[in-house]
């Protein structure tokens, strides 16, 4: 491969350790433990397309120092960021996300998820150079063409709602057995802000965006989706990539309903009680959208047959979770979302048999 990764570390074994895997992988590497003579290294070499930097170093943080090479015009406008936490820097993670990092890893760092984050990374990479070209030539093309293009993308942009909701039915998940659930999904999560007295309006977006929760499977291999027994380790923490990679996908967009879905794809499997993932945001620190999108979606999986596991009837369903049996517990969702679900628990059931 020609193209390289810069790792930026003040931990030396970590650094060590990381560029000997990447390295054993196949990726050329170059490293360093300073965040200045980072930014010096990308100017200087414009075949670095990657960096993996530590948030936490003394003198430049890993944010700022990705904030100055961004705007840095001797920098290689490819370039993709991975950042590396310690435990507890869960706010620098989500900050990190919002400002377009592809991925964040935490220490001690997983090899296979490293190896796994960095090839995604390639992908855009490749993805961004494709863009180039395309745009390249789209420039040279006549006047007239360059008119049906902006038409196009105008039609796109007004439509993107439509596009939505193809995207969430299609095969862009892989998970096995969703039948119909994403329409399900969109259609009690909209029951439920209807209760909660949201303005049309705002019942609207959550329709379209809660079927989006799941996008980030896309990069879920197909065989762990579709594993009927339990997961290993490895495997699960490939699974609980998801939220990140849905989040990535979609904040893209500025477009107010792409925007709530990517807050609903990042923190779906965040809990009340703080006990979820990716981030472990707990109580009203978690968006409401997501509160519901949660509650929505464990249901209908419970109703619904699975490779692992059978599907539940109505009654069943609703006693787990307002009483929970082990895997799900009450103090994941919020209380005042129980009462609402348990008061309208009917409603559900027959959104599922419709």
Request: proline share 4%.
């Amino acid at each position: 491969m020609s193209d390289k990764i810069l790792i930026v570390d003040d931990e030396t074994f970590i650094r060590e350790e990381v560029v000997e895997c990447l390295c054993d992988y196949g990726y050329d590497c170059v490293e360093t433990g300073n965040a200045l003579q980072a930014l010096e290294i990308l100017r200087q070499d414009q075949m670095i397309t990657m960096a993996l930097v530590d948030i936490r170093m003394p003198g430049m943080s890993g944010l700022d120092m990705i904030a100055m090479a961004r705007s840095d015009g001797k920098v290689n406008p490819e370039l993709e960021y991975i950042v590396v936490t310690g435990h507890g820097e869960t706010s620098e993670a989500i900050e990190a996300l919002k400002k377009g990092t592809v991925d964040f890893l935490q220490k001690p760092v997983d090899s296979l998820r490293l190896i796994h984050a960095v090839d995604r990374a390639q992908e855009l990479v490749s993805q961004k150079r494709a863009k180039y070209f395309y745009e390249k030539k789209l420039c040279q093309d006549s006047y007239a063409k360059s008119v049906a293009f902006n038409k196009l993308c105008t039609l796109i942009d007004h439509a993107y709602d439509h596009v939505m909701h193809c995207l969430a039915n299609g095969e862009a998940y892989q998970d096995s057995g969703k039948d119909n659930a994403v329409d399900r999904i969109g259609e009690y999560a909209a029951f439920v802000a209807a209760k909660l007295g949201w303005s049309q309006e705002r019942q609207n977006k959550i329709l379209l965006a809660a079927p989006l929760h799941d996008i980030g499977k896309i990069a879920t291999p197909k065989n762990i989706l579709a594993k009927p027994s339990a997961l290993i380790g490895s495997e699960w923490s490939i699974v609980q990539q998801h939220p990140a990679i849905g989040y990535r996908i979609l904040s893209r967009s500025q477009q107010p309903v792409m925007q709530m879905a990517a807050h609903i794809a990042l923190e779906h499997h965040e809990t009340w009680i703080g006990s979820g993932y990716p981030i472990g945001l707990k109580g009203d620190a978690i968006s409401m959208e997501a509160l519901i999108t949660s509650l929505v979606v464990v249901y209908d999986t419970l109703r619904s047959e699975r490779p692992y596991k059978p599907a539940l009837d109505h009654e069943e369903a609703v006693a787990r979770i307002l009483n929970g049996d082990g895997r799900t517990h009450p103090s994941h969702f919020s209380p005042d979302l129980l009462i609402l679900f348990k008061k309208h628990s009917a409603s559900f059931n027959a959104i599922f048999l419709a």
